[in-house]
């Protein structure tokens, strides 16, 4: 049975959380008793919506990760609300599908913007959190990555890459800045509103996953769920992908 006071008293800072998976783990974090940050780099008025739903105290704080000044500013603005940070849930992203055998649609400009999202905006807000981190009784830290950083597939060829390095951050991490445990989320093909129409894309999975649908905004906030729960989880990456990587 699950406690709805599970995670009261907690804060949580969940970025890119207007939308998807980010969005889904807010609201199961919330309704679970934690204090939730919402984040977006752009989408204000949802950003602003989801905090007026949430049934815990809530703030809404535009950033965009890639710009290293907003992501501390955004911490700043966490300690400043709450005076603590007990979860980072790091889901910010940034990706466009690009064929891996179309060198020159990867362009320059794509393969920077992929990693300046995904791997330095990460990076940064990840380092300078853990000190704020360690003062909790629980801290930890999900990062939403991908079963492209586990197997030579994926959005583009930059996209893979990309979430290769965070599930190895994950790995580094959770070695050295112990107790706070830090875990990674590595889902599969996600039918939110990124992926709408990607509509080729979730067909061949469906065709060909053992569970055989994309995986669902839900799927994978039960998964950060289930790393925030088990205290004794650290430094491993949770593939949430129907069974679809063991046919790859």
Not at 80 to 100: K, Y
Not at 117 to 143: E, H, Q, R, Y
Not at 223 to 236: D, P
């Amino acid at each position: 049975m699950t406690n709805s006071n599970e995670f009261e008293g907690k804060v949580a800072l969940v970025t890119g959380s207007t939308s998807g998976i980010g969005e889904q783990t807010a609201r199961r974090l919330a309704a679970l008793g934690c204090n939730v940050v919402v984040n977006s780099s752009s989408s204000v008025e949802a950003g602003q919506k989801l905090c007026a739903q949430l049934p815990t105290d809530s703030i809404y704080v535009q950033a965009d990760i890639s710009d290293q000044e907003q992501g501390q500013a955004m911490l700043d603005a966490t300690m400043a609300e709450f005076g603590q940070l007990d979860f980072l849930i790091n889901n910010a992203g940034w990706t466009t599908r690009v064929a891996h055998g179309d060198l020159d649609g990867l362009t320059d400009e794509v393969f920077l913007k992929t990693f300046e999202v995904n791997v330095f905006g990460t990076w940064w807000l990840t380092k300078s959190a853990i000190p704020l981190l360690a003062k909790s009784d629980n801290p930890n830290v999900v990062t939403i990555t991908s079963i492209a950083g586990v197997r030579p597939v994926g959005s583009s060829m930059a996209y893979s890459m990309a979430k290769a390095t965070l599930n190895q951050m994950t790995f580094l991490l959770a070695k050295s800045y112990g107790p706070t445990r830090f875990n990674a989320v590595a889902p599969g093909l996600v039918a939110t509103p990124w992926t709408q129409d990607w509509d080729d894309q979730h067909a061949a999975v469906g065709a060909m996953a053992p569970v055989p649908r994309s995986a669902t905004a839900d799927d994978c906030a039960e998964a950060v769920l289930a790393c925030l729960r088990n205290g004794y989880l650290s430094g491993q990456v949770i593939v949430v992908d129907g069974g679809l990587t063991q046919l790859m």
